[in-house]
């Protein structure tokens, strides 16, 4: 048996954790996968409610107890700047130091991509998920005048920077993949020659595979003049949060991209990379296969290669046959896509 924690959070988080457990409940019986799911309330109305995001201890709990975090989306309009949705989401992902963020890019149908022709896009991104910029390191000095100072410190460390590196280059070999791009800024930024001695050092123990370094302004330029020229990328925290909507961009938006928040000794999170979209929320429009394709990276991660296989095949027949919401360019509601998904799975619509 292996605990599954169930978080939808607020707004679409909501609507697309229900259709992603339309499909793993009735694909966890038919191949027995041994799954159970917990729910958890955690979003904007348990804090508006309590003032509490994350309870203390449920890190440890979920570390000891649960095999995966499945989680839909944090974000509501009533709380301002966002305090619960830090709290739960960055709280949970510093609190476990899921250190990697694993963001596929592949193109199933080359009408979703903004670039002409045929086009054979397929890479995943590395981002550093615990350092970086993003560690809350810096303030304001005579905030509000004209001499106003505002200092945030970017954080890399040899431990983190090589970690991260060392799971790109795992991964490339372990899935066969032939080539893994840094993406740094290490000729403007000093402290980024620690990311390229450190990626130079990790290359050489994997000779099979072509360690390929890039500034990451070029990184981003090539990303769409020649987008099939990259497997693997790794990169910082914050170069890897844009170079991700950007890659989501390449391959048809938010509405399809999954993430990974990965630590092999903790508890691995699932997320779509998409937040609680407001703006359509409650309404039927939003997309479910960025939730379902994240439900395929959890399958896969949790020794179920071949239904993450199955499922992401189901989302990809249903794209080429046109069976997408809005967004992709069709008419269909969110239910009636999982409906189609569930179709090709050899599942019955509940
Ligand atoms: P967003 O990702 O929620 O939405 C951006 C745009 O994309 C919106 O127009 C939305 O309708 C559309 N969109 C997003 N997902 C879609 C889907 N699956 N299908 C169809 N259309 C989709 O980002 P936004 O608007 O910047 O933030 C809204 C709230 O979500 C904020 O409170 C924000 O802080 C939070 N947020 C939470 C994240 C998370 O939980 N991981 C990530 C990003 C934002
Ligand atoms: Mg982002």
Redesign the pocket.
Same mark, same amino acid.
């Given at each position: 048996m292996a605990r599954v924690a169930v978080i939808p959070?607020?707004?679409?988080?909501l609507e697309?954790m229900r259709e992603a457990l339309r499909v793993l409940e009735p694909l966890n019986a038919a191949s027995g996968l041994g799954l159970t799911f917990e729910h958890f309330d955690f979003g904007a109305e348990r804090y508006l409610r309590t003032g509490v995001g994350l309870p203390p201890g449920q890190i440890d709990t979920f570390r000891r107890d649960h095999a995966a975090i499945l989680?839909?989306?944090?974000?509501?309009?009533r709380?301002k700047d966002?305090a619960h949705?830090r709290e739960i989401?960055l709280g949970l992902r510093f609190g476990l130091d899921l250190y990697i963020n694993l963001r596929p890019c592949r193109l199933y149908a080359d009408r979703l991509s903004p670039l002409r022709g045929e086009r054979a896009i397929d890479f995943v991104v590395f981002r550093e998920n615990t350092e970086g910029q993003y560690n809350g390191i810096g303030g304001f000095l005579k905030a509000g005048t004209g001499d106003e100072v505002a200092i945030a410190t970017e954080v890399n460390t040899r431990k983190g920077v090589e970690r991260i590196i060392r799971a790109a280059f795992a991964w490339a070999r372990c899935k066969g993949r032939k080539r893994v791009t840094l993406g740094d800024k290490s000729n403007a930024i000093p402290a980024h020659q620690l990311w390229l001695r450190t990626f130079r050092e990790v290359a050489a123990e994997y000779p099979e595979l072509e360690a390929r370094h890039l500034y990451v302004d070029n990184l981003a330029l090539q990303l769409v003049q020649r987008p099939e020229s990259f497997e693997v990328i790794v990169t910082t925290n914050l170069f890897g949060d844009i170079l991700t909507d950007l890659g989501a961009a390449l391959v048809g938006?938010?509405?399809?991209s999954a993430s990974a928040n990965l630590n092999p000794d903790s508890t691995p999170l699932f997320?779509?990379?998409?937040?609680?979209?407001?703006?359509?929320a409650g309404q039927g429009?939003?997309?479910? $296969?960025? $939730?379902l394709l994240t439900a395929a990276l959890m399958l896969e991660e949790l020794g179920h290669g071949g239904e993450a296989v199955r499922l992401e095949r189901a989302v990809q027949q249903a794209i080429l046959q046109g069976q997408v919401?809005?967004?992709l360019g069709g008419s269909l509601s969110t239910s009636e896509v999982t409906d189609a998904v569930l179709g090709y799975l050899g599942l019955r619509a509940g």
């Open positions: 959070g607020d707004g679409v988080g697309v989680f839909g989306a944090v974000g509501d309009p709380v966002g949705a989401l938006g938010l509405g399809i997320e779509p990379v998409h937040g609680s979209a407001p703006d359509i429009l939003v997309n479910p $296969m960025a $939730m919401t809005r967004d």
